[in-house]
């Protein structure tokens, strides 16, 4: 089955600051990868998702890129504000088509701590 | 946007009962809904995943007889804890999958089980 690998555990930056979290895969077969943020209590909300056809894809400060080859893709976060504090989890899924998102497998997270 | 929603938000029950979570889409259909098991500082781990009218599918090692799964509804499914115990504490997440673009996650429910 599908594994996914996500670095580094805690990232530390001050405000103002980008922040890279970085996830690979193991199944090429995968073809929907989303990137959700989660605060302490509640359910993951997603921030952004990338599909395989897609190479980078970018909303505001946020900006995921994915390189099928090396099956790997990334979230980036500019000018980080101290509300981006959160955990961060990849997924991915190889079942999107249509109206399918799939079974997603996820990270094992980040934990994002920006200071003021 | 769409919501879906969770109930109840916590829960506290004593060692060998039952208790019932309910996942709502409130503005969607879900012909899909996934239930996740998060413990604390880890990932989420997929349960099982269940569509309308069907008999859910649980993932290796998850207990059929013991997680109860309903997707009686497009808008309505429920994972029932059936005599539970303390390692079933956890915080359990719906997430439901309806069409084109649509996937939202539950708030959650923390169960604690004494």
């Known amino acids: 089955g599908e ?7 805690t990232l530390s930056v001050q405000e103002g600051d980008s922040a890279v979290i970085k996830c690979t895969y193991s199944d090429s077969a995968s073809n929907y990868f989303p990137w959700y943020k989660q605060e302490l209590g509640k359910g993951p909300q997603l921030i952004i998702d990338i599909r395989s056809n897609v190479g980078e894809k970018k909303d505001q400060r946020i900006a ?12 980036h976060i500019t000018e980080t504000q101290p509300e981006d504090s959160a955990v961060y989890f990849c997924a991915a899924s190889t079942g999107a088509g249509g109206t399918s998102y799939g079974k997603l ?3 094992q997270g980040t934990i994002l701590t920006v200071h003021p | 946007g769409a919501v879906v929603s969770q109930h109840p938000s ?3 029950c004593k060692s060998g009962t039952s208790v019932k979570i309910e996942c709502r889409s409130l503005d969607f259909q879900a012909t899909t809904m996934f239930w996740y098991r998060q413990f604390p500082k880890q990932s989420l781990m997929l349960m099982a995943t269940s569509n309308e009218g069907s008999k859910a599918t649980y993932e290796q090692g998850v207990e059929k007889d ?6 009686a509804s497009l808008t309505l499914s429920t994972l029932t804890v059936t005599s539970a115990h303390p390692e079933d504490s956890s915080f359990y997440i719906c997430r439901g999958q309806g069409g084109a673009d649509t996937q939202y996650f539950g708030p959650g429910t923390r169960l604690t089980v004494l």
């Open chain 1, 105 to 107: 497998t996820f990270g």
């Open chain 2, 10 to 12: 916590w829960v506290i």
């Open chain 2, 66 to 71: 013991k997680f109860l799964i309903n997707h």
């Open chain 1, 3 to 9: 594994n996914v690998e996500q670095h580094p555990s």
């Open chain 1, 64 to 75: 995921v890129t994915l390189n099928k080859t090396a099956k790997h893709f990334s979230l």
